[in-house]
């Protein structure tokens, strides 16, 4: 009797793989913040190298340009008259200061439109006056120097304080006065002959000892500058 061979299922030979999964779609939020978030990095690394790009034009022009600040301080100072009255609390004064201008730089050219200087004693400002209008303004060249001169004189007001009257009687005993001059500058700068800053205001103020002479008295004082 012959040996049967051995029968084998259908089901057992067929191998059947287990079913896939369908792919799992983003969600409509998902995708909406990923985009946003995508379109903030391109703008912020825009404004990035839009800040990189400027920094790096002043920086190159600064190193080319070399910019320095202007000096300015009082050459001669001349005090003729100051005279207080304390029943009507005025002030009598004539006082007249030449000043120096100076440009240091070698590439930057300096127009001066206005100048205007005030003066105060005590605190109290009591003259002021225009050392530089539209009549006369000037440019000041590269490595170039210029003289002003301001002339303060008249009469006003000045309701003094009883420490303030002794302190003019004190200085008035002395032959010296202190005044302090503040000068506000209109001031534009040019580079070559295209580009150019405009609308400039730095401020100066210098402390002065005038002595009370008719004569001229020689003071050399450098200023301190305010540059921007």
């Known amino acids: 009797m012959a040996d ?5 299922s259908s089901a057992a030979a067929t191998y059947e793989a287990p079913p896939q999964r369908p792919p799992q779609k983003r969600s409509r939020a998902a995708q909406c913040c990923c985009c946003a978030f ?51 609390s005025s002030l009598r004064y004539k006082v007249v200061i030449n000043f120096t201008v100076e440009n240091p730089n070698n590439r930057l050219n300096i127009y001066y439109d206005q100048v205007v200087a005030h003066v105060s004693y005590r605190g109290v400002t009591f003259s002021s006056a225009d050392v530089v209008t539209w009549r006369n303004a000037f440019r000041l060249g590269t490595g170039s120097t210029e003289r002003l001169g301001g002339a303060f004189m008249g009469q006003t007001v000045v309701p003094f304080d009883d420490e303030q009257a002794k302190d003019f009687d004190d200085d008035k005993k002395k032959g010296i006065f202190f005044f302090l001059v503040r000068l506000r500058f209109n001031i534009r700068f040019r580079i070559g002959s295209s580009f150019k800053y405009q609308d400039v205001r730095p401020g100066a103020k210098c402390g002065l000892d005038i002595p009370l002479s008719p004569n001229g008295t020689a003071i050399t004082t450098m200023c301190d500058v305010d540059h921007f």
Do not use: M, W
């Open 4 to 8: 049967k061979e051995p029968q084998f």
């Open 38 to 88: 995508q379109s903030l990095c391109i703008v912020l690394g825009s404004i990035f190298v839009f800040l990189l790009f400027i920094f790096l034009v002043l920086f190159v022009s600064y190193l080319i340009i070399q910019p320095r600040p202007f000096r300015f301080h009082v050459t001669e100072a001349t005090l003729s008259q100051f005279n207080y009255t304390k029943t009507d």
